[in-house]
């Protein structure tokens, strides 16, 4: 298993939220002294689009391109479309760089549905998909992995997340039993499982063989607590710090990290411990990160 980190750790999230953020060479070289071997592209735009300009950036560090977040609006066909297009103009630029191995991660378009983004992380059977839609969702979710995979030959991963339509156990296993295990992987993410309800040791041993892509990320047990008796919206646990240093929340690393290699998993593992643009410290937070996974011989 290879290490990587994210631009996400350094508030560089899909969402646009005010606050000011470093610039992509200055993340390079911070993921790079970290001690970690590759990074995830982040927002389009944000790391370069030229082939030729990214390639020089990434092997001037030896970092490895690893993957990339891409958010949909399942329920909307235009998304569905666009967000083909871009997803194979960004399989196209991974596979120019000779970065074939990398995911796309796909997710739905979180923090834009009120009612999930007002209670993530207590999710109630109410609040989830009606059943006419879920159809729609798969389909969705089966076009792009398909056209991606059969214009670029790069491979789609479904990344469930808080403050979306796929947030709980019930709604991932959902969606993966009503979706091909050969044409859509999993992008197994500890701290959104955990702040769902979930444990992430348990899925593993569920699907397995079905995990192409890991995102280390811990869920602090305390706040997540306070999100749910004070009802904080997702934004408002993120500010709080919900996704913790690794190793000071309620992820189990050793086990996941046994459940894994039992698994006989050589994809890459993610470190991501999401913030708001501006907010801490991520390159010490990336560091002790890095020395956290360390102690596990990973």
Wanted: hydrophobic share 35%.
């Amino acid at each position: 298993m290879k290490v990587a980190n994210a631009p996400c750790s350094w508030g560089i999230l899909e969402f646009t939220l005010p606050g000011q953020t470093i610039s992509y060479s200055q993340l390079l070289d911070e993921i790079k002294s970290t001690q970690y071997h590759g990074t995830e592209l982040g927002n389009w735009g944000y790391l370069p689009t030229s082939s030729v300009v990214l390639k020089k950036a990434l092997t001037a560090r030896s970092l490895d391109m690893v993957g990339a977040f891409l958010p949909v609006d399942f329920l909307q066909e235009q998304s569905i479309q666009e967000n083909t297009k871009k997803g194979i103009m960004i399989a196209t630029l991974f596979k120019d760089i000779g970065c074939h191995n990398a995911h796309i991660v796909l997710s739905d378009n979180n923090g834009i549905h009120p009612q999930r983004t007002k209670n993530a992380g207590r999710i109630s059977t109410s609040e989830q998909l009606p059943s006419s839609q879920w159809s729609l969702f798969a389909q969705g979710c089966e076009h792009i992995a398909r056209n991606i995979l059969e214009k670029t030959g790069i491979r789609t991963v479904y990344h469930h997340h808080c403050a979306g339509w796929i947030e709980t156990p019930f709604e991932l296993e959902k969606l993966m039993s009503m979706t091909s295990p050969e044409l859509l992987g999993l992008c197994l993410d500890t701290g959104h499982y955990c702040f769902a309800g979930g444990s992430p040791e348990s899925i593993i041993e569920s699907y397995g063989k079905r995990i192409w892509h890991v995102h280390f990320k811990d869920c602090d047990a305390a706040i997540a607590h306070q999100s749910r008796v004070r009802r904080w919206d997702y934004f408002t646990s993120l500010q709080h710090g919900i996704f913790c240093p690794l190793g000071k929340g309620c992820v189990n690393f050793h086990e996941v990290i046994k459940k894994l290699k039992n698994i006989n998993y050589h994809g890459w593992i993610v470190v991501e411990q999401d913030i708001l643009p501006g907010m801490g410290t991520p390159k010490r937070y990336a560091q002790e990160n890095r020395m956290y996974l360390n102690k596990f011989g990973v």
